[in-house]
Structure formats: structure tokens, C-alpha cells
């Protein structure tokens, strides 16, 4: 076997995690015993010392952190739980950033690796109602708004659409305190739905608990397995001489990409001469889903540097310029031809749930062709992560072909950062900002319009810029939606860029110190 470390000559061999492994301490006289106790916090510590980007900076995952292998394993035994050693080691360095706090927003550890992966595919449990949570100016109490209603789901047979409000659930009062329970907690409820019945009672386009009332409608839910297409709405309009294609595209889910090229075929047959692709509740996903939409879009490009990544010193080292590079294409991921638009600009519509591989796309396509932003600042996320499982084999990677070799006491699996994008031009400092749109615009609670029509405000205002005439549509804002969680809130993986093209790196290929 083959030590990853020589910590003072007695650490781990990475092949050692499984239902016991032996180690010595520093005088070799006592033989130190590990149980299948510590296996998940062992995966833990070992996986983000090899992959976590920020590596090098985090104290407790220094490659000589240990003097002995029982002060090791003291250290990733003394936390109550895996999770919260996770979470201690990802939260120690500075190069990270909250909204209010330094924290890795991002990196997720869950201790079923079978649903993270089913997520990352759009597999996930769902009433199909995609809502936003919002708290009252005076209160604790919040409110929670329809986004969309996903196609054919639970909730698509029911009284619900985009605009609705809802400020209980089987008929309690949403507080901050409850909501989680009430809505992420029970698969089935019963929602109390609500109107604005005192708009005066707005500060700061953000209403006080008496300017929303329920209305005495209520709605039954049930969730249920579904997966979700994230290609939601195609459609194409005729305007002052122009075709103008739209494109709500609601995750970057690999398992769809042939439908996403059949959208493009949709709009390539139309023979749109303007695109207008909706991100506002794209919380991203695919890097290489990413890099097909931004061909599709295009097309004069293929061959031409999309991005490059960034991975901590340990896998950069190792990696070649190809293997760091990716490249537009002109082929899908099945191998079919791209129905590409040969377009040198496009517009996209973004808030503050538009993150990662949807941000990706933006900053990719900048040095290459115009991208007219609308809306509001993106949520500032430009790390990629891995998925991560109890396989040292394959260096911790999950692989669907590996299911049998991954440790069967040991269901956890994590998604960390491990690597951030830059596009051609070298930029990808974007994390503390977003990108700021050209032109800024809420969403209006009361006026939310209907996706994909074009009064709708967010399109509205495309068209408009498009055609070179006045906004359509567009009404003073009223009650902005001050969004603080979502109906994906609790399926991390939502807010999450991945990398399916990893390094063909093994972790005894790593030269540590002191080796």
C-alpha cells in the first residue's frame, strides 16, 4: 500500500479506510485500532484534504497537521457529529464569504450520497410548487410567493399559479421559526393561501404583516418523486422586425442536454434572430451542460478556450494545459450535431438565485460576444465542486461504475469546492459581487406577469431593448420580493456547479511532505 503521508513515519495508508485499519505512534511500540466508527469522519478529513480548494489554507487539514495517528484520530472523533466536521474544517479560512458571515456557503455533506446524486440529476421529491420564502418588515411571520408551477406535477392539477402567496401551512402562521418543519419537514400539507389587502402598508417595497391577509383558499399538496427538465419554457415572438426566441432554463442537469438541443432546434427552426434566456431561478449545476448552452447560443466559436480551471496546488501540479482546458463544441454529449444560433449577443434575465454554472455561462460568452443583462445581481458563486463518496480507489470520486467498491458501512457523501473557473480572458473574481446587470430590475409581487408571455416585466423590458422601443409593461415596483429561502433550500445540490470531466489523478500519485 502507499502512505499518502509519513507523518513522523507512522500515518494512514490511503487504502486503510474500511472496517478497521492499524497505524503506529511515533515509537512504533503501540499498535493503534480504528473501528468502522471513525470511517465516515476518516473519508471526511482525507477526501478534503486531497480536493478542497482551499486546502493549503485551513489549519486542522495541514498534510503535517498530526504528530501521531492517535492525535488524529482524537481530533475527527471529538465532533458530535461527521457533518459538523465538515463543516469545521470547511469554515477556517478567510478566502471565503457570506452575506453576513465568512463561511463556505457552497460545500454539502449529506449522509445519503444515493440522494445527492439523484439530485444532481434533477431526481428529487417535490410538490412541484417552486416558492419563495420572505419575511414581513415587523414581524417574524413570512410569506411565501409562487414562482412556477412544474409540469406535471402534484401541484399542476391544483388551484396554484405564479403570483399566488401563501402565509400558512395546515393552518399555522409561517414564522421563522416553523417554516422549516412546516414545509421541508411534512410530505404532504395543506396551504393557506393569502392576498395583499392593504398595499399602503409597504416601506421600502417590503409590506408589513397586516398589508397580507389569508383569503380563506386553501391548497393540498403532496410530494412525490419527480425530476424535473430544466428546459421549462420555449417560445418565439414577432416583433417590429424582429424573431425574438425565449428560453426559461431552470438548472443545468446534464440528463437533459438532448432536450435542451431540441429547444434550440425549436428556436434554430423559427429562424430567431434575437435570444432571450431566463436565469432568474437557475441555481446552476453542470459545468459541461454549461459549455453546450454557451455553443448552442453561439456556434462560430467551436475549438475556441470556454474556460479553464483552478485546482488547489496538490491537483494543479499534476494537470496539463489540455487537462485544465475546456473548449467550445459543436457536438452534444450524445454526439448529436448542436442546433447552434450563430449569434454575437444575447440577453439574460437573472436574480439573485441565478448562480454558478448560470454565472459560468455569462462570464464564458463575455469575451466572445455581448451579453445584455437584465434584472438583478447574480449570487456571486464561481467555484465548481466534485462529488465525493467512501471509495479511495478512485481517489473519492463517485462514479457509477464504482458503486460496488464504495464502503458499504458508509452511505455519506459530500460535494465540496474544489476549483474555480476563469474564462478566456483570465477573469473570474466575481465572488463578492455577482455580475451587476446593465440594466436593473425586481421582480413585483404585485405584478409577476406570466413567464414566457411577453407583458411579462423581466421579458418586457428585453423585447423592448431588442426593438428599440419604450418598456412595455413596466410598472413602478411596489412589493420587491426580498427572497431569503426557496423551495430548493433544503436539496443543496441545487446551489451547486459541478465538474463531471475530473482529473485522472490517484491520491498515491500526490508526493506530501516529508514522503
Same mark, same amino acid.
Given at each position: 500500500m502507499v502512505k499518502i503521508f509519513n507523518m513522523r513515519q507512522f500515518f494512514f495508508s490511503i487504502l486503510g479506510i474500511s472496517f478497521l485499519f492499524v497505524s503506529c505512534n511515533d515509537r512504533d511500540d503501540n499498535i493503534q485500532t480504528y473501528t468502522s466508527s471513525a470511517s465516515v469522519e476518516d473519508f471526511i478529513w482525507k477526501g478534503l484534504n486531497f480536493w478542497y480548494f482551499w486546502q493549503a489554507e485551513v489549519e486542522d487539514l495541514d498534510d503535517n497537521r498530526f504528530?501521531?495517528?492517535?492525535?488524529? &484520530? +482524537?481530533? /475527527?472523533?471529538? $465532533?458530535?457529529?461527521?457533518? !459538523?466536521?465538515?463543516? @469545521?474544517?470547511?469554515n477556517q479560512h478567510t478566502a471565503i464569504y457570506d452575506d453576513a458571515n465568512t463561511i463556505d456557503r457552497f460545500s454539502y455533506i449529506t449522509d445519503d450520497y444515493t440522494s445527492l446524486v439523484n439530485?444532481?440529476?434533477?431526481?428529487?421529491?417535490?410538490?412541484?410548487?417552486?416558492?419563495?420564502?420572505?419575511?414581513?418588515?415587523? &414581524? +417574524?411571520? /413570512?410569506?411565501? $410567493?409562487?414562482?412556477?408551477? !412544474?409540469?406535471?406535477? @402534484?401541484?399542476?392539477?391544483?388551484?396554484?399559479?405564479?403570483?399566488?402567496?401563501?402565509?400558512?401551512?395546515?393552518?399555522?402562521?409561517?414564522?421563522?421559526?416553523?417554516?422549516?418543519?412546516?414545509?421541508?419537514?411534512?410530505?404532504?400539507?395543506?396551504?393557506?393561501?393569502?392576498?395583499?389587502?392593504?398595499?399602503?402598508?409597504?416601506?421600502?417595497?417590503?409590506p408589513q404583516r397586516a398589508a397580507i391577509s389569508e383569503n380563506g383558499v386553501t391548497v393540498d399538496l403532496t410530494k412525490e418523486s419527480?425530476?424535473?427538465?430544466?428546459?421549462?419554457?420555449?417560445?418565439?415572438?414577432?416583433?417590429?422586425?424582429?424573431?425574438?426566441?425565449?428560453?426559461?432554463?431552470?438548472?443545468?442537469t446534464a440528463d437533459f442536454n438532448t432536450e435542451l438541443n431540441n429547444a434550440f432546434a425549436q428556436l434554430k427552426g423559427a429562424n430567431v434572430t434575437d435570444l432571450v434566456i431566463d436565469f432568474r431561478y437557475n441555481g446552476g449545476g453542470s459545468v459541461n451542460t454549461s459549455r453546450i448552452l454557451s455553443s448552442l447560443i453561439t456556434g462560430q466559436f467551436t475549438g475556441d478556450l470556454y474556460i479553464k480551471q483552478r485546482w488547489n496546488d496538490k491537483i494543479q501540479s499534476q494537470l496539463s494545459d489540455a487537462e485544465l482546458s475546456d473548449y467550445f463544441t459543436n457536438t452534444n454529449s450524445d454526439g448529436a450535431s448542436l442546433n447552434s444560433l450563430q449569434l454575437s449577443e444575447v440577453y439574460v434575465l437573472t436574480t439573485y438565485q441565478t448562480a454558478s454554472a448560470s454565472e459560468l455561462v455569462i462570464n464564458a460568452l463575455d469575451p466572445y460576444i455581448t451579453v445584455h443583462q437584465i434584472g438583478a445581481s447574480t449570487r456571486g458563486k464561481n467555484e465548481f465542486s466534485i462529488t465525493l463518496v467512501?471509495?479511495?480507489?478512485?481517489?473519492?470520486?463517485?462514479?457509477?461504475?464504482?458503486?460496488?467498491?464504495?464502503?458499504?458501512?458508509?452511505?455519506?457523501?459530500m460535494q465540496p469546492l474544489v476549483g474555480r473557473n476563469a474564462n478566456a480572458a483570465g477573469f473570474y473574481d466575481y465572488a463578492d459581487t455577482g455580475f451587476i446587470p446593465d440594466t436593473q430590475m425586481a421582480e413585483d409581487l404585485t405584478n409577476m406577469g406570466i413567464l414566457g408571455n411577453e407583458t411579462e416585466p423581466f421579458l418586457a423590458e428585453a423585447i423592448a431593448q431588442i426593438t428599440g422601443s419604450a418598456r412595455k409593461a413596466y410598472q413602478p415596483i411596489k412589493i420587491s420580493?426580498?427572497?431569503?429561502?426557496?423551495?430548493?433550500?433544503?436539496?443543496?445540490?441545487?446551489?451547486?456547479?459541478?465538474?463531471?470531466?475530473?482529473?485522472?489523478i490517484h491520491i498515491s500519485d500526490i508526493s506530501f511532505p516529508n514522503d
Open positions: 504528530a501521531s495517528s492517535q492525535e488524529y &484520530s +482524537n481530533f /475527527i472523533t471529538s $465532533f458530535a457529529s461527521p457533518d !459538523m466536521l465538515f463543516y @469545521n474544517l470547511c439530485s444532481l440529476s434533477g431526481s428529487y421529491t417535490t410538490n412541484g410548487v417552486e416558492f419563495g420564502l420572505a419575511q414581513f418588515s415587523d &414581524s +417574524n411571520d /413570512i410569506y411565501g $410567493f409562487v414562482k412556477y408551477i !412544474m409540469t406535471n406535477s @402534484n401541484a399542476s392539477t391544483k388551484n396554484i399559479h405564479r403570483g399566488d402567496i401563501f402565509t400558512g401551512v395546515n393552518g399555522i402562521q409561517l414564522t421563522l421559526d416553523n417554516y422549516n418543519d412546516l414545509l421541508y419537514g411534512n410530505t404532504s400539507y395543506t396551504l393557506n393561501m393569502a392576498s395583499i389587502v392593504n398595499a399602503s402598508l409597504v416601506t421600502d417595497f417590503h419527480y425530476t424535473e427538465n430544466p428546459v421549462f419554457k420555449v417560445a418565439t415572438f414577432s416583433n417590429a422586425g424582429h424573431t425574438i426566441g425565449y428560453l426559461m432554463y431552470n438548472g443545468f467512501d471509495d479511495p480507489g478512485n481517489s473519492y470520486i463517485y462514479s457509477d461504475n464504482r458503486i460496488n467498491y464504495i464502503n458499504t458501512n458508509n452511505s455519506w457523501g420580493l426580498k427572497e431569503f429561502a426557496n423551495s430548493k433550500s433544503y436539496i443543496k445540490p441545487f446551489n451547486n456547479m459541478y465538474v463531471e470531466k475530473t482529473p485522472d
